[in-house]
């Protein structure tokens, strides 16, 4: 039975760990078709909406190639500033008026709670692709899916998330999501950039204790996934606090020195100067077969909402 139809994704804390196993294992079998290797027509007539009130590249264009890749189609707002919402419209509003043109929405909000708003406004799906510092939960399966391909398993992984731990929306629902999946967590970031407290609480209900470190040296060596993440500069409301924390880390070949062998590193992306280029070619890197992922996992929760996971027998 799929439970997923027509139910929105905001959080990752509205999916099981059966659900989002769901999507993991659908998201495997979509691989080749990911990348072109087979095709199919599956949801022809179907339509996506992408609403987009932030940046993005990734997230955007994968729902977007996803969906190509699914047969359907996609209409777009990637420029507010071309929509009503400059003549004052509310996001309750242009969501009433979207889901009578697409079958599920896609939403980007620099405010937090926008996806909820929207799911409240609409009888269709909606799906949340980052609101403000909150959540970002398919970038989460996405990276769930990317550390079970990269090491044949989440339990028992030992986990290091650095850098903008608090305004990092990926941050925050990826270690609830690997707390559910008995992942070991460690939180590196300065002071004033540590895990929200009430992220921190979620990890403890689900029977984990994180430990907390400001220096990533001193952690690096147990690592089997290292998450590296972007300051969010657009989220400092001061401009002087991010100068001051702006450049506090970099992961480099020489820090990698003190690493096991198969230690992977990702980075939801974009990276700003937090991973030097000479990383890339090391067998540690992992961040651009992690933005591939982006496309099978984004299909399978597509055809999860949609219900048509079944219409091709996949
Ligand atoms: C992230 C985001 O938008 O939260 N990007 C993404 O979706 N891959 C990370 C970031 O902007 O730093």
Do not use: C, W
Not at 61 to 82: D, I, K, Q
Not at 130 to 142: E, R, S, V
């Amino acid at each position: 039975m799929n439970g997923f139809r027509n139910s929105d994704v905001v959080s990752i804390r509205d999916l099981s760990k059966e659900r989002i196993g769901q999507v993991l294992n659908l998201s495997e079998k979509m691989i080749p078709y990911a990348r072109g290797e087979k095709s199919t027509k599956v949801l022809e007539g179907r339509i996506l909406a992408n609403l987009f009130f932030e940046p993005s590249t990734r997230t955007r264009l994968s729902f977007e190639s996803a969906m190509a890749r699914l047969g359907g189609m996609v209409l777009e707002v990637s420029h507010p500033a071309a929509t009503s919402v400059v003549k004052g419209e509310t996001l309750a509003d242009t969501v009433r008026m979207v889901e009578s043109y697409a079958d599920v929405i896609v939403l980007r909000h620099p405010h937090e709670g926008a996806a909820r708003l929207a799911a409240h406004f609409s009888s269709k799906p909606v799906i949340n692709a980052g609101d403000g510092a909150g959540q970002h939960p398919t970038q989460t399966i996405l990276d769930l899916f990317t550390i079970r391909r990269e090491k044949g398993k989440i339990e028992g992984m030992n986990v290091v998330m650095v850098g903008d731990l608090k305004y990092g929306r990926t941050a925050h629902s990826l270690a609830e999501a690997l707390a559910l999946f008995g992942a070991e967590l460690t939180f590196v970031a300065p002071t004033n950039l540590q895990m929200p407290r009430e992220t921190v609480k979620e990890v403890e209900r689900l029977g984990h204790k994180p430990k907390l470190a400001s220096k990533l040296e001193e952690v690096i060596s147990r690592a089997d996934v290292l998450y590296v993440t972007r300051i969010q500069r657009e989220r400092f409301p001061d401009p002087s606090e991010y100068l001051k924390v702006a450049g506090s880390y970099r992961i480099d070949n020489g820090l990698l020195r003190e690493a096991k062998k198969d230690l992977i590193v990702m980075h939801p992306l974009p990276r700003v100067d937090e991973i030097a280029p000479e990383v890339d070619n090391t067998s540690h890197a992992k961040y651009f077969q992690q933005a591939f992922n982006g496309v099978p996992v984004r299909m399978a929760l597509l055809l999860l909402v949609l219900g048509a996971e079944a219409d091709e027998g996949f």
